[in-house]
């Protein structure tokens, strides 16, 4: 499973941007897609999380704001982040689980300020 993320950049506080990480190779394994990422100095955190194209996690800090959904006919995840703020600048890392196995995408950056 190879994994290419898109979509960062900057905004400023109140904006907001879409992620979209697509997928490739064996596709057909992936169970469950989701968003990393990792502040400055701090570990990498999870961020949003979709199982079986349906179930998803959200970290609390992100509720309300951000979606996470999955497109089958594009093998694609996408997040919608909105009302954003200077906290959720990072890097972030696209996800995907297959058979237990976890693939990662190159970081993509997001950086929310005035």
């Known amino acids: 499973v190879q994994l290419q993320a898109s979509g960062g950049g900057l905004v400023q506080p109140g904006g907001s941007l879409r992620l979209s990480c697509a997928a490739s190779?064996?596709?057909?394994?992936?169970?469950?897609m989701g968003w990393y990422r990792q502040a400055p100095g701090k570990q990498r955190e999870l961020v949003a999380r979709?199982?079986?194209?349906?179930?998803?996690t959200y970290a609390d800090s992100v509720k309300g704001r951000f979606t996470i959904s999955r497109d089958y006919d594009k093998n694609t995840s996408l997040l919608q982040m909105n009302s954003l703020k200077p906290e959720d600048t990072g890097v972030y890392y696209c996800?995907?689980?297959?058979?237990?196995?976890?693939?990662w995408g190159k970081g993509t950056q997001v950086t929310v300020s005035s």
């Open positions: 979709i199982v079986n194209g349906f179930t998803t």
């Open positions: 190779g064996s596709i057909f394994s992936i169970d469950a």
């Open positions: 996800n995907a689980r297959a058979y237990t196995v976890d693939y």
